[in-house]
């Protein structure tokens, strides 16, 4: 009995992607496959140890027969196995994250091979080298076994089938210019190269020569670091992160005290598409005892560090341990703590080199940041390994301390102010006394920016401070004209009444240089930029912040107006000029005029008398 389906309907155009895209690394299809039977013999060896029911009877092994008379080559494990459901839920539907998903970042991004692994769709790349694909199967817990065929075009069937033991065959009929695949030099080769990490033996089957293991099949995290290659570390990286980039930073260690574990973790050099969805976990597997229990274990590395990949193996932990138990276990804690230590370590090292560690901080630098706010116990050093745009260098960023190294006599705070983007914020006027007096300031535009400031107050002996709340003297000497004092008065008068749905205060600064007036807000209330950033993401703010109008009174169009106010005549005026001043200092801060069709039609009349 044979039931035809059809596939998910955008399976077939993925197919044509991953088998298009990917064409020139057709040996990827060996990797993934031999993958998936590492990760089915890893379930088994789970199951079989949390419950008594199920029996592993053979040591777990994968199995390469190449048939060149056939043309055919098929990968075998005694694995976990599939029912029907299975077939159906994980072969016949790419679940995991979506197709749609999937085609839409490889238009986006252009590169198939970055996307494969990570959206779970590797099992398909056997259709790059076959043009039919045969699974028998069975799974460990019953009696029946499954064939699911397909041509990797239109769809699959599923029928009954036999299987003497639990387990999974797939057998590939190769295509013409795929024949190299029953070439035991070649597959040795291939092998050797990508999978040799894999801690089952992978034997291939030379009939009547017998069977070769060809892999070293031992678990990679537990070898001697002296032992193993760059290479293998990076193939190790490939098959556990499902990336195919190169890793940034590979950390191998093994922790002795009161916890026994051993880790080996990795950064990735490029971010994956869903590292700020707010699902996205923590992807680290836990093993005990080279037992693999989960890759959901919650806890395991902080939400700041979620884009670490690698194991952590230990002996410690109990094997049969529910995933409820292990959020709060207290071993796990120490686990944690352990490895995020190190990782901060092994960063500082590298911060030195600056063109290296700004490819790490480009790609994670934004989430790593939360760190600083998340993890109270290591803030100041997550806040020393972090780079910011700042006033002293348009090309470089820069770190705290390189920040604290320039700082002036007598300058006590780390200065900073937040906003939409770096070339906004560098003109921003309230920066211009800061300007003046030589006074670097950093330039924060992550919306996290605006949190980490909240609990970060002070690094090492400085305090960290919106430039708004500056304590120091920003007076500028002046040696040019001032407004007359009681016009001024009359004039900031004037604009408080006007404006007093806008702004709860009209002020002269002494602070401003080029700009005849700047948006602020009192001291010590919410920035206009977080405000901002709370009403874009549709958060009422309880209670928005005083508004300070800052006026300049050196500014030759402060003096002027402020000249005109004793004269009647020129109520308009002033009143129309004052609103377009109001208007500039809203574009500066970032925030849109009050009213559009006022500012363009008055803009364009007074420029037009000005001509
Ligand atoms: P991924 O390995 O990322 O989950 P794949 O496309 O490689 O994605 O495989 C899809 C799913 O098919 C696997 O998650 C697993 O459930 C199932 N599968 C594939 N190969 C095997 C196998 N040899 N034994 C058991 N299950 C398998
Ligand atoms: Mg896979």
């Given amino acids: 009995m044979s039931e035809k389906q059809a596939f998910q309907t955008e399976v077939a155009k993925l197919l044509d992607i991953v088998v298009n895209s990917l064409y020139s690394e057709k040996y990827i299809f060996l990797r993934e496959l031999i993958s998936n039977a590492s990760d089915a013999c890893d379930k088994l060896k789970y199951w079989s140890l949390t419950n008594p029911d199920i029996k592993v009877k053979n040591a777990f092994q994968i199995t390469l027969t190449p048939d060149a008379k056939d043309n055919t080559l098929t990968i075998s494990d005694n694995g976990i196995g599939m029912n029907k459901d299975d077939l159906i839920n994980h072969i016949g539907t790419i679940a995991k994250s979506g197709t749609a998903d999937f085609v839409k970042n490889i238009k986006d991004n252009g590169s198939a091979i970055d ?52 387990g999974t065959d797939i057998k590939l009929f190769l295509k013409e210019d795929a024949k190299d695949f029953t070439d035991t030099v070649y597959l040795r080769h291939i092998v050797r190269t990508y999978s040799d990490h894999i801690e089952y033996p992978i034997v291939l089957n030379l009939g009547k020569a017998g069977d070769e293991t060809i892999n070293t099949a031992s678990a990679l995290w537990t070898r001697n ?90 002996s410690d932990l109990p094997l049969n341990i529910s995933r409820e138990m292990l959020q709060q276990n207290a071993l796990l804690a120490k686990i944690r703590q352990g490895t995020v230590s190190r990782l901060l370590k092994e ?13 790490f901080w480009n790609a994670f630098g934004v989430a790593f940041k939360e760190g600083i706010y998340e993890d109270f116990s290591n803030k100041e050093e997550i806040a020393a390994l972090s780079l910011f745009a700042s006033t002293n260098d348009d090309t470089k960023l820069t770190t705290l301390d390189e920040y604290i190294s320039r700082a002036k006599e007598g300058q006590k705070a780390i200065y900073y102010i937040t906003g939409d983007d770096v070339p906004t914020l560098k003109n921003n006027p309230q920066l211009e006394a800061f300007k003046e007096k030589g006074i670097e ?38 040696k040019d004209k001032k407004a007359d004092e009681k016009n001024l008065k009359q004039l900031t008068d004037l604009m408080t009444e006007l404006f007093k749905n806008e702004v709860g205060k009209v002020e002269l600064s002494e602070k401003l240089t080029k700009s005849p007036a700047a948006l602020n807000v009192e001291n010590g209330q919410m920035s206009i930029h977080l405000e901002r950033l709370m009403r874009n993401h549709q958060q009422q703010t309880a209670f928005a912040s005083t508004r300070v109008l800052e006026i300049n009174p050196y500014h030759p169009l402060i003096i002027k107006l402020s000249e005109m106010i004793s004269d009647d005549a020129n109520k308009v005026r002033i009143t129309d000029i004052s609103r377009l001043i109001l208007d500039q200092a809203k574009i500066a801060e970032g925030e849109a005029v009050t009213d559009a069709a006022f500012f363009a039609e008055k803009l364009s009349d007074y420029l037009l008398e000005a001509l």
């Fill in 115 to 166: 996307l494969i692994g990570q959206f779970g769709v590797g099992f398909y790349s056997a259709f790059m080298v076959a043009n039919k694909v045969e699974i028998i199967t069975r799974k460990a817990d019953d009696k029946k076994a499954y064939k699911w065929t397909s041509d990797g075009l239109d769809g699959y069937t599923i029928e009954d089938a036999e299987r003497k033991t639990n």
């Fill in 225 to 314: 670091k002296g032992d193993i290659t760059d290479e293998q570390y990076k193939e190790f990286y490939h098959h556990i992160s499902k990336n195919f980039d190169d890793p940034w930073m590979t950390l191998h260690f093994k922790a002795e005290g009161s916890i026994e574990y051993n880790a080996l973790l990795y950064i990735p050099s490029t971010a994956p598409y869903d590292l700020f969805q707010p699902d996205r976990q923590q992807s680290l597997k836990l093993y005990v005892n080279k037992v693999f229990i989960s890759d959901k274990v919650e806890g395991l590395m902080p939400a700041y560090l979620r884009f670490v990949k690698g194991v952590i193996d230990s």
């Fill in 347 to 359: 960063l500082k090292k590298r911060q030195g080199d600056y063109e290296d560690y700004l490819k």
């Fill in 441 to 478: 300031v950093l330039l924060l535009v992550d919306p996290i920016d605006e949190f980490w400031t909240q609990v970060l107050t002070t690094y090492k002996t400085f305090d960290v401070k919106h430039i708004s709340a500056a304590d120091i003297d920003l007076k500028i000497e002046r």
